[in-house]
Every structure is written in structure tokens, then in C-alpha cells.
């Protein structure tokens, strides 16, 4: 069985940091690329960060370009989101989700705010 579970959201102040883990279970981690996504209240939910399996190959929401870094411990089954320079519209939640497979993650609260 499939399992995505994330940790590591809370509340920060703007211009923190914050490292989201999501660990996978019940496929071979290492052979498929991970994808982190958010969704903000009455927002549609967006693509922030994907990282392919062999290469490791990253790409990047333009709203999280330089701020955010995605990266993947295979040994561990572990994809991470770095998220620095925090903003408030950052607030939202995020998924950890598997592209080929379509699998998805309860999802990690995260909120920006003094």
C-alpha cells in the first residue's frame, strides 16, 4: 500500500525557515520522481517543486525560485522541501505527491505570520 506522510509545517515569522519530510512507503522510492505542492484557501493547488528520480533533475514554481530547494535522501525514502526567506503568501498547504503513481500526502499546514 501507498503511503505519503509529510511533517515538519508550523508557524514562522516572514523571513524564516522551515523543512518540510515526506516519507514514502509501499513502492520503490528511488526509481520516480516527487513532486511537492500547496493550497492556499479558496486557491487552486499548485505545483511548487519536482525533483525526477535518476538524474535528479529539479524544477521550481517562479514564486519559489531561489527561496525553496527540493532534494531526496533514496536510502531513506525521504523528499524534502527547504523553504527559506518565508513569506506570508507562502501560507498554505502542502502535499508531497507521486506524479506516476498519483498518489498524495495528508497534506502539512504551514502559516506565515508575525
Known amino acids: 500500500q501507498v503511503q505519503l506522510v509529510e511533517s515538519g509545517g508550523g508557524l514562522v515569522q516572514p523571513g524564516g525557515s522551515l523543512r518540510l519530510s515526506c516519507v514514502a512507503s509501499?513502492?520503490?522510492?528511488?526509481?520516480?520522481?516527487m513532486s511537492w505542492y500547496r493550497q492556499a484557501p479558496g486557491q487552486e493547488r499548485e505545483l511548487v517543486a519536482r525533483?525526477?528520480?535518476?538524474?535528479?533533475?529539479?524544477s521550481y514554481a517562479d514564486s519559489v525560485k531561489g527561496r525553496f530547494t527540493i532534494s531526496r535522501d533514496n536510502a531513506k525514502n525521504t523528499v524534502y522541501l527547504q523553504m527559506n526567506s518565508l513569506k506570508p503568501e507562502d501560507t498554505a498547504v502542502y502535499y508531497c505527491?507521486?506524479?506516476?503513481?498519483?498518489?498524495w500526502g495528508q497534506g502539512t499546514q504551514v502559516t506565515v505570520s508575525s
Open positions: 525533483m525526477s528520480s535518476a538524474l535528479g533533475i529539479t
Open positions: 509501499g513502492f520503490t522510492f528511488s526509481g520516480y520522481a
Open positions: 505527491h507521486s506524479p506516476a503513481l498519483n498518489y
